[in-house]
């Protein structure tokens, strides 16, 4: 069955710093990669995705990920953070015959501090 | 509407109640799903449509969950003799296209069951 991991349940960086955020997804012919972004009573936002073609996505609010099949990972990066990008994030993949259903990871929280 | 719509947005239930759990899509949106998001963890698939065909229901916990969306727009999830292990937020995502498409979430409902 399909699964991901997010290592790190919980980060904590400085505004400013940069981010980098772990994913690795369980192996799969053609994965379609994404990262969403939960901040506290609200819904999955999507901040990135990856279907094919360039490795390296870029999404909203400054973020990007780079998908690297040797490694099954789509690590989501961010080179200065902002206060304002405290929240939760979640990883998932989809795969091709599955009608797009989303497989998640458990989460990590990120905490910014001033 | 310009978004996924959810409601109610919180429920209480008594053990033993039914719920149901209503979740409008965009419009014009071929896929629909739900997913279930316990406390502290990522989002799991219950059920997935495609216009008003259940195509998918693997991710239901049990025969006490039901869900239905009759005319391919809005969707219901009921759930019968709502146990404790019920209490979760419950997320609805639509999608435009039926395949490797990305998804758009509600704000989910929170069920508390006591």
């Known amino acids: 069955a399909q699964s991901v991991t997010q290592p790190d349940i919980h980060i904590t960086v400085s505004e400013g710093a940069s981010l980098e955020l772990r994913c690795n997804y369980s192996y799969g012919a053609t994965p379609y990669l994404f990262w969403y972004v939960q901040s506290p009573g609200q819904g999955l936002q999507l901040l990135l995705k990856y279907f094919s073609g360039d490795t390296l996505v870029q999404g909203i609010k400054g973020f990007e990920a780079e998908f690297k099949r040797s490694q099954s990972s789509f690590n989501l990066r961010k080179p200065s953070v902002h206060w304002s990008d405290a929240a939760e994030y979640f990883c998932a993949v989809g795969y091709t015959g599955t009608a797009s259903k989303l497989t998640f990871g458990t989460g990590t929280r990120l905490q910014v501090t001033l | 509407g310009a978004g996924v719509s959810q409601s109610p947005r919180y429920k209480v239930a008594k053990r033993g109640q039914d719920v149901a759990l209503r979740c409008d899509p965009i419009?014009?949106?071929?896929?629909l799903f739900w997913y279930q998001q316990a406390l502290g963890q990522g989002p799991e698939f219950l059920t997935y449509f495609q216009n008003e065909a259940q195509l998918d229901k693997s991710g239901l916990p049990s025969d006490r969950f039901f869900a239905e969306r009759p005319e391919g727009s809005v969707s219901t999830l009921k759930i019968q003799r709502t146990q404790q292990e019920d209490s979760a937020v419950y997320l609805c995502?639509?999608?435009?296209?039926?395949?490797?498409?990305?998804?758009?979430f509600g704000p989910g409902t929170r069920l508390t069951v006591l």
């Open positions: 419009s014009g949106h071929v896929s």
């Open positions: 995502a639509s999608s435009l296209r039926a395949f490797a498409n990305e998804q758009f």
